[in-house]
Every structure is written in C-alpha cells, then in structure tokens.
C-alpha cells in the first residue's frame, strides 16, 4: 500500500512540474498591423489599420467585415471587439493559392510556430490533400493559427484569437434544452 501511495505521489508530482512549464515558446503578445489581440481596441483603429468598418453586434460587440491586405494578398476578414472594448478576434480568409506565401511571413514576424503538423486530409471522393497547421501562443493562451486547407482546398485561414473567444465560440456551438 505505501509503494502505490509513493508511486501515485510521484506521478503527481512529475505531472505538476509538466505542467507548471509553460507550453508556449512563442511570441509574447500577438498584434495583426498593430492591432494586439486581447488589448483595448476601438473600431476607429481597426478601420486606420486595416481600412476595415466595424458595425454593432450581438452582446454590445463590434464586428468588423472587409478586405484586408497582407502585400498583394486580399483576405476576407472577420475582427471582433467585445462589449468591454477588447479586441477577440482576427479571423482571415484567403485563396489556398496563397498560403506558401504568407506562411513564410508568419514565421518571419512571430517565430517558429509552437506547434506544426501536416496531416492528410481526405474528400468525400477518397482525394488526399496534405494539410499544414501552423499554431503560436502566447503566455495570456492568444493563438495565432494557419491552416493551408479550411473546410475545402480552395481557401486558407488566418486568425489570431483570445481564450475568451474561443471559450464563445464554443459555448455558442453547443446545444441546449431550449434548443429542442
């Protein structure tokens, strides 16, 4: 019986020391044309950064919708501010065509990505397309993440976002009795 407790302990306390290491190796703050994801943000500075209009949202949010450029790269952005005025959002998407041409300028400005991982991805005809996933994170759990292919092969993503969004984004996804 104390060998199991010691063996458990042990187990414990390797864990914790894991853990208490952080996970990230990345950038220390995220900022996209001098926006910083999960700073105070005002849709005036998103339309003289990005020439993009914010409009009202739902729970007092702007949304801003519009045409971005990253050089000669058109994307079609999504930047949300939330009801507080903090910035949750810089969701981007682009012709595939483009990736291997952003992707080096990612890692140019942020550093190698935390994570990256290049899984096969298969159609509903049995055609396999080679994914790249590019993932950086920061001390405060803002990631930034490229995916090469996002729902089909023709568009590519971008998007920086905050802890808090994605925790939205997931609550708003789920199903409640009020639902049925």
């Given at each position: 019986?104390?060998i199991?407790?010691?063996?458990?302990w042990?187990?414990?306390?390797?864990?914790?020391?894991?853990?208490?290491?952080?996970?990230?190796?990345?950038?220390?703050?995220?900022?996209?044309?001098?926006?910083?994801?999960?700073?105070?943000?005002?849709?005036?500075?998103?339309?003289?950064?990005?020439?993009?209009?914010?409009?009202?949202?739902?729970?007092?949010?702007?949304?801003?919708?519009?045409?971005?450029?990253?050089?000669?790269?058109?994307?079609?952005?999504?930047?949300?501010i939330?009801?507080?005025?903090?910035?949750?959002?810089?969701?981007?998407?682009?012709?595939?065509?483009?990736?291997?041409?952003?992707?080096?300028?990612?890692?140019e400005?942020?550093?190698?990505?935390?994570?990256?991982?290049?899984?096969?991805?298969?159609?509903?005809?049995?055609?396999?397309?080679?994914?790249?996933?590019?993932?950086w994170?920061?001390?405060?759990?803002?990631?930034?993440?490229?995916?090469?292919?996002?729902?089909?092969?023709?568009?590519?993503?971008?998007?920086?976002?905050?802890?808090?969004?994605?925790?939205?984004?997931?609550?708003?996804?789920?199903?409640?009795?009020?639902?049925?």
């Open positions: 019986m104390g199991a407790v010691l063996k458990t042990f187990a414990v306390a390797t864990l914790s020391a894991l853990v208490s290491l952080p996970a990230y190796a990345g950038p220390k703050k995220l900022e996209f044309k001098g926006l910083v994801i999960g700073a105070k943000t005002t849709p005036a500075q998103v339309l003289k950064a990005t020439g993009v209009k914010c409009g009202s949202g739902a729970n007092s949010m702007q949304v801003c919708n519009g045409l971005v450029h990253i050089g000669p790269t058109s994307l079609t952005a999504n930047i949300v939330d009801g507080k005025g903090f910035l949750q959002r810089v969701y981007m998407s682009m012709d595939s065509s483009a990736f291997d041409k952003i992707a080096p300028a990612l890692i400005k942020y550093g190698m990505p935390d994570s990256e991982a290049t899984p096969m991805l298969q159609n509903g005809f049995g055609v396999q397309y080679q994914q790249t996933r590019y993932i994170m920061t001390p405060d759990e803002s990631t930034l993440y490229a995916l090469r292919y996002n729902g089909e092969i023709t568009r590519s993503v971008i998007a920086f976002t905050t802890k808090a969004d994605r925790d939205m984004v997931s609550q708003s996804g789920q199903a409640s009795a009020s639902d049925l």
